[in-house]
């Protein structure tokens, strides 16, 4: 008999992309499962709830342990996958107001800490000796860990606890695997693909640009994504128009075409996880240029398939930019070992099911 499982995240995009329809397809022939998250409704599996145009996060976190109550005594799952330390926090006010017994996993994608201290409005920082104690809290208490990297590994460590596994988080490559890598375009290229947000230094990036581009005769820096920091992006292309472009969204082959189309992929990050978009300028065989931060070094080996350079240091961050601009035969050398690098990090969806079910069979007491 599968198990039973509710994953709770904080949001979820319908219809789901094809990737997306994969890994769940697969995990359904491993699990009986349900996900509650915000999100367009798509059907009994996935009982989604809408959110308030305003305050849409703290809605969603106010709401969410009456949700998971309802779904606790309708669905009665053996575990509960809860993406995150907050949502893990919700699950287990959940589980106490139902008076059942189901397993809690925490699901660690990234630092708990960074949400109220790079995401969205700067006044969320007051909120962060709250959050983190909630969080810290959360993960102590949880019946069992998942992380996805070494380093969302070393966090858990941190707090004297032990995973009971890691393996990455699943993500869909077909659209980057289809074709061998195209070689470099002439003309010098970096692209940013990311939210436009503050943990990902969109600002930073902004000012070693404008370091950068009067030194690299006709490179380009393409930027795609959106957030609270567009105008920040928006003032850089209106400095730079000839040197600068910005497209708000693309899809993920189109993502694909615009690797190609690079020498090199920055992410200039203050705070990162695991960066798929790593991942993707690996498969089209594109070197990185990005901060020894969060769990980048665990994918990015300096001087190997990429460049780090230390989080916030905007000369430096300008400096490789420019040697890896400038020089194509860095370029190539570094695009070749990651491309030799992107096997490491792709997981077919028939396997991260089967670790999922096992993670939830060790977690709940059912193997």
Not at 191 to 200: A, C, D, I, P, S
Not at 339 to 346: F, I, M, V
Request: a positive charge.
């Amino acid at each position: 008999m599968k198990p039973r499982v509710l994953f709770v995240s904080r949001r979820v995009e319908t219809p789901l992309p094809a990737g997306e329809r994969r890994k769940w397809d697969a995990v359904r022939a491993e699990l009986d499962f349900r996900i509650l998250a915000a999100g367009k409704s798509d059907g009994a599996e996935f009982p989604l709830f809408g959110e308030p145009p305003l305050l849409a996060g703290p809605a969603y976190y106010a709401s969410l342990p009456a949700r998971i109550v309802r779904e606790l005594r309708r669905f009665r799952p053996q575990a509960i996958v809860a993406q995150g330390a907050h949502e893990t926090a919700a699950a287990l006010a959940a589980r106490r107001l139902a008076g059942v017994e189901t397993a809690v996993i925490a699901d660690v994608h990234g630092d708990f800490r960074a949400p109220t201290r790079l995401y969205g409005s700067r006044l969320r920082v007051l909120l962060s000796g709250v959050a983190d104690r909630t969080a810290r809290t959360a993960l102590r208490r949880a019946d069992g860990i998942r992380t996805v990297t070494a380093y969302t590994t070393r966090l858990v460590r941190e707090l004297g606890l032990e995973p009971a596994d890691e393996f990455p988080a699943y993500m869909d490559f077909e659209s980057f695997l289809q074709t061998p890598p195209a070689p470099l375009p002439e003309r010098p290229q970096a692209l940013f693909v990311g939210v436009l947000e503050r943990y990902k230094n969109v600002d930073g990036l902004a000012d070693a640009w404008r370091r950068v581009a009067p030194e690299v005769p006709g490179a380009r820096l393409r930027i795609v994504g959106t957030g609270s920091l567009g105008a920040v992006v928006e003032r850089l292309v209106a400095e730079l128009p000839e040197r600068t472009s910005w497209t708000p969204r693309l899809s993920q082959p189109e993502v694909s075409a615009a690797l190609d189309e690079s020498t090199c992929l920055v992410l200039p990050s203050r705070s990162e996880g695991m960066g798929r978009v790593l991942v993707e300028a690996f498969c089209r065989g594109r070197p990185v240029v990005a901060s020894r931060v969060g769990g980048i070094p665990d994918l990015v080996d300096d001087g190997a398939n990429g460049l780090l350079v230390e989080p916030g240091a905007r000369d430096d961050l300008a400096e490789a930019l420019r040697r890896v601009l400038s020089d194509r035969e860095l370029a190539e050398r570094l695009g070749r070992d990651a491309h030799a690098s992107a096997g490491l990090w792709t997981m077919a969806p028939e396997e991260f099911a089967r670790r999922i079910r096992s993670l939830v069979e060790q977690v709940a007491g059912l193997s």
